[in-house]
T-cell receptor, first 115, second 110 residues
Framework: NAGVTQTPKFQVLKTGQSMTLQCAQD?????MSWYRQDPGMGLRLIHY???????DQGEVPNGYNVSRSTTEDFPLRLLSAAPSQTSVYFC??????????????FGPGTRLTVT | AQRVTQPEKLLSVFKGAPVELKCNYS??????LFWYVQYSRQRLQLLLR??SRESIKGFTADLNKGETSFHLKKPFAQEEDSAMYYC????????????FGQGTTLQVKP
């Protein structure tokens, strides 16, 4: 299993540009989440999903959109990038029906810089 | 409000010294608490959870509901323990959400 994969690893955007951060998992996990990691602030939840077709907002959802059309994929869209969105973004997944463990598995992260 | 606080940004100790990384939480219900660790150039990964009451890599953590704390301890630090440690709280076991603290960098000096 590849686990949780994220692309790209690095990205530089100009203010106002849009882009999509990709996240995929091959563990048949129901739950998927997006976090951003900023110095001194830990990880903050942006959006999460408890299954295909179901998403909800986390602590810092403004400026981001998500969708969950399949169990495997959970892309994060930046609608109009701002310097405040410069951060490291982590995708995580957890919980597989029949194997109810709530340990979250994290992807390697995407380092985004907005100039 | 649901909150996790790690008061120390950086904890620096010598090899062989005891380590205690502090974590306090604010939550009205019965929380599930975790410690996650991020070694240099590696993914964030689960270290331990309070319901397992286990010792991983020599680390233990006890949930103290009276003091609303979940401190991480190790009697003798090793250089390979150097990493970023996050305390996290799960407010609901059926959503996959985690609330993280600010993180503490543990530096173990030779």
């Amino acid at each position: 299993n590849a686990g949780v994969t994220q692309t790209p690893k690095f990205q530089v955007l100009k203010t106002g540009q849009s882009m999509t951060l990709q996240c995929a998992q091959d563990m048949n996990h129901e739950y998927m989440s997006w976090y951003r990691q900023d110095p001194g602030m830990g990880l903050r939840l942006i959006h999460y999903s408890v299954g295909a077709g179901i998403t909800d907002q986390g602590e810092v959802p403004n400026g981001y959109n998500v969708s969950r059309s399949t169990t495997e994929d959970f892309p994060l869209r930046l609608l109009s990038a701002a310097p405040s969105q410069t951060s490291v973004y982590f995708c995580a997944s957890s919980y597989s029906k029949g194997v109810p463990t709530y340990e979250q598995y994290f992807g390697p992260g995407t380092r985004l810089t907005v100039t | 409000a649901q909150r996790v606080t790690q008061p120390e940004k950086l904890l620096s100790v010598f090899k062989g010294a005891p380590v205690e990384l502090k974590c306090n939480y604010s939550y009205s219900g019965s929380p599930e608490l975790f410690w996650y660790v991020q070694y240099s150039r590696q993914r964030l990964q689960l270290l331990l959870r309070h319901i397992s009451r286990e010792s991983i890599k020599g680390f233990t953590a006890d949930l103290n509901k009276g003091e609303t704390s979940f401190h991480l301890k190790k009697p003798f630090a090793q250089e390979e323990d150097s990493a970023m440690y996050y305390c996290a709280l799960s407010p609901s076991s059926n959503t996959g959400k985690l609330i993280f603290g600010q993180g503490t960098t543990l530096q173990v000096k030779p």
